[in-house]
């Protein structure tokens, strides 16, 4: 059975990183662990996570010391894989252990596969209605300009076979980061499917996304050449 990773990074995400944690770890299969970049969190995310890794055996923590937004917070994360694949999902529970299942059930069809809204099973009844149009009309536009097959490059958990990911450095730290992969990979001759989907809203809290400086970094991103 292959070896598997669910990466996750947090910022300041105190209330939520708990019952992540306690979710995902109790459907754990033996060769399966978590990986938690802390991403210079201001709240108490740091000493939560610290004092669960004592207890949780296959849970690994990282901490950043200085916020450097999600796309290092990947970066770091890839740098550290020793499974065979890696899941990366949110860590506020918009996203529960049904879309990794779904994720690993598919892994064998490309070097990344991506859970979408596009997909005919996907299900986000649940979600902000806000974000699901938001994140359709931008996925469909993004995908057409840097000519990938999936429709959900800006975000969405995924799987990555791992020796396509551990070298890869992100230059652009925040959301944006999530079509930089897709796009390198892309130019690296990855092949890439897609799987169900199934989101929720964040436990608490709110999205730490900011759309303008996303929309704009995105746009630096695919004009790079």
């Known amino acids: ?3 598997l990773t669910i990466l996750a990074p947090a910022f300041n995400e105190e209330k939520n990183i708990i019952p992540f944690v306690e979710h995902f770890y109790q ?4 060769n399966w662990n978590i990986l938690i970049i802390d991403d210079g969190s201001s709240d108490g995310t740091r000493e939560v996570l610290n004092d669960m890794e004592k207890n949780y055996p296959k849970l690994k923590v990282i901490s950043h010391e200085l916020n450097k937004g ?4 990947f970066e770091t994360g890839f740098m550290n894989i020793k499974t065979d694949y890696v899941v990366t999902i949110d860590a506020d529970l918009s996203h529960n252990f049904l879309v990794v299942e779904e994720l690993y059930r598919n892994r064998k069809k490309a070097d ?3 859970a979408s809204m596009n997909h005919e099973r996907s299900e986000f009844s649940n979600a902000s209605k806000i974000r699901v149009l938001i994140a359709r009309v931008g996925n469909f ?3 057409k300009l840097i000519g990938v097959k999936v429709h959900e490059v800006a975000g969405g958990p995924r799987i990555y076979k791992s020796n396509k ?3 890869l450095n992100i230059n652009n730290p925040g959301f944006e980061s999530q079509v930089e992969i897709i796009k390198k990979l892309s130019n690296s001759e990855c092949t890439f499917d897609q799987c169900a989907l199934y989101l929720d809203k964040r436990l608490y809290g709110k999205s730490k996304m900011n759309y303008f400086k996303t929309i704009i970094g995105v746009l630096k991103v695919i004009s790079t050449k």
């Open 27 to 30: 459907k754990l299969h033996d």
């Open 70 to 73: 999600i796309g290092k917070a």
């Open 165 to 167: 990911i551990t070298n």
């Open 1 to 3: 059975m292959d070896s």
């Open 141 to 143: 536009i993004i995908s």
């Open 112 to 114: 990344v596969v991506i």
